[in-house]
């Protein structure tokens, strides 16, 4: 059963913008914080983002101020607004459960690939 699925990504310069997008099954999206992982070449996969269900955000210190996680609790859909992108977010984006304990989601989506290039 597929209860993630990542939309949104591409390849843009350095400095523009895109918006990423992550349908989940209603069961996980209602009583669960969501977040969003990356996975640059050669790294471990990393929380960058994460939301509650009450809509308080979280950022990892090098997208502050540059992303912005949302969520449409009407679309079950969770959102990762994302400026100024620089080369080092190039990545393979993921979303998934961000709760403070608890497992993720398994299996993971397919995610979206993000990459950052002039």
């Known amino acids: 059963q597929v209860h993630l699925v990542e939309s949104g990504g591409g390849l843009v310069q350095p400095g523009g913008s895109l918006r990423l997008s992550c349908a989940v099954s209603r069961t996980i999206f209602s009583v669960n914080a969501m977040g969003w992982y990356r996975r640059a070449p050669g790294k471990e996969r990393e929380l960058v983002a994460r939301?509650?269900?009450?809509?308080?955000?979280v950022y990892e210190d090098s997208v502050k101020g540059r992303f912005t996680i949302s969520r449409d609790n009407s679309k079950n859909t969770v959102y990762l607004q994302m400026n100024r992108l620089e080369p080092e977010d190039t990545a393979v984006y993921y979303c998934?459960?961000?709760?403070?304990?608890?497992?993720?989601?398994?299996?993971w989506g397919q995610g979206t690939q993000v990459t950052v290039s002039s």
């Open positions: 998934n459960t961000a709760n403070i304990v608890g497992d993720l989601v398994t299996p």
């Open positions: 939301i509650t269900t009450s809509s308080v955000t």
